[in-house]
């Protein structure tokens, strides 16, 4: 794995040395934008639509629109001024149940590994937060962006996971059209709540694939190798419009999933 940040992780007076390694990484088909007329890749330039004129790094600035049309500048001074300190530290600051944070506010993950002569203190972390079963809440500054982040365990590494401030999470209620709580027929409850059982099972990664990406792949294998794509056509799904019609034929599907697979 590339190492793509070096630091440390402090909780307490502790320091332990730690490298940052991208935890995920996207699959998707990489496609280029090319011109039709000689396939060709498509360049894009920083064009000025005012002057009508291609404009150099040199004379690009950052600025901020703060009503129509009009900006405040911010030199690259100004900012240096007020960036955060980049002390190459996740600094923990609280230690918290996970299932006190909702999924909601996670972004991205990154795993950690000891550095140069951390590996006592790094177990010694992982251990306490195993047995404790608390993870850390934590700071980090890297590229002069502090982010909010997270540290525990997973498969015996330590994990960090960046996380949204509070103030970037929208709240739920901006969200229209959401019934308020209803008095539902409890004929209908029990046949939802069958239905779930029905679909319950223990999580297995494993068996979830990206259809999409893979029928791509093989579709642009075959160009290449100058096969013709056929798409055979698809059955349209029935129509159920009865809500009680509709739980019914979804656990009879369901339970026959189940009795194919050989999980009943």
């Known amino acids: 794995m590339h190492t793509i940040w070096k630091g440390a992780i402090s909780f307490g007076l502790v320091n332990i040395p730690v490298k940052m390694y991208a935890a995920t990484e996207g699959k998707k088909v990489p496609f280029r934008l090319l011109h039709k007329k000689c396939r060709t890749p498509l360049q894009y330039t920083r064009t000025c639509p005012y002057c009508q004129?291609?404009?150099?790094?040199?004379?690009?600035?950052?600025?901020?629109?703060?009503?129509?049309?009009?900006?405040?500048?911010?030199?690259?001074?100004?900012?240096?001024?007020?960036?955060?300190?980049?002390?190459?530290?996740?600094?923990?600051?609280?230690?918290?149940?996970?299932?006190?944070?909702?999924?909601?506010?996670?972004?991205?993950?990154?795993?950690?590994?000891?550095?140069?002569?951390?590996?006592?203190?790094?177990?010694?972390?992982?251990?306490?937060?195993?047995?404790?079963?608390?993870?850390?809440?934590?700071?980090?500054?890297?590229?002069?962006?502090q982010s909010l982040a997270?540290?525990?365990?997973?498969?015996?590494?330590?994990?960090m996971e960046t996380i949204f401030y509070p103030d970037e999470v929208r709240s739920a209620a901006l969200v229209p059209g959401v019934p308020e709580e209803t008095?539902?027929?409890e004929k209908e409850m029990e046949m939802a709540r069958q239905l779930i059982e029905s679909l319950s099972t223990s999580f297995d990664p494993g068996k979830y694939r990206d259809d999409y990406r893979e029928a791509l792949q093989a579709?642009?294998?075959?160009?290449?190798?100058?096969?013709?794509?056929?798409?055979?056509?698809?059955?349209?799904p029935e129509k159920?419009?009865?809500?009680?019609?509709?739980?019914?034929?979804?656990?009879?599907?369901?339970?026959?999933?189940?009795?194919?697979?050989?999980?009943?």
């Open 150 to 159: 997270v540290v525990r365990v997973y498969q015996n590494c330590l994990v």
């Open 183 to 185: 008095a539902l027929p």
């Open 219 to 236: 579709a642009i294998e075959k160009k290449i190798s100058g096969e013709e794509i056929v798409q055979a056509p698809e059955a349209e």
């Open 53 to 145: 004129e291609e404009v150099s790094w040199a004379d690009v600035v950052k600025g901020v629109e703060y009503a129509d049309g009009k900006f405040v500048l911010m030199e690259k001074e100004e900012l240096e001024a007020i960036a955060p300190e980049n002390r190459k530290t996740i600094e923990i600051l609280d230690f918290v149940d996970l299932r006190e944070i909702d999924p909601i506010y996670f972004d991205r993950t990154y795993y950690l590994g000891p550095g140069d002569t951390g590996e006592r203190a790094y177990t010694l972390l992982r251990e306490a937060m195993e047995e404790t079963g608390k993870i850390g809440v934590a700071q980090i500054t890297i590229r002069s962006k």
């Open 240 to 264: 159920v419009v009865d809500l009680m019609e509709a739980l019914k034929a979804s656990i009879e599907a369901a339970q026959k999933r189940k009795k194919a697979a050989g999980t009943e």
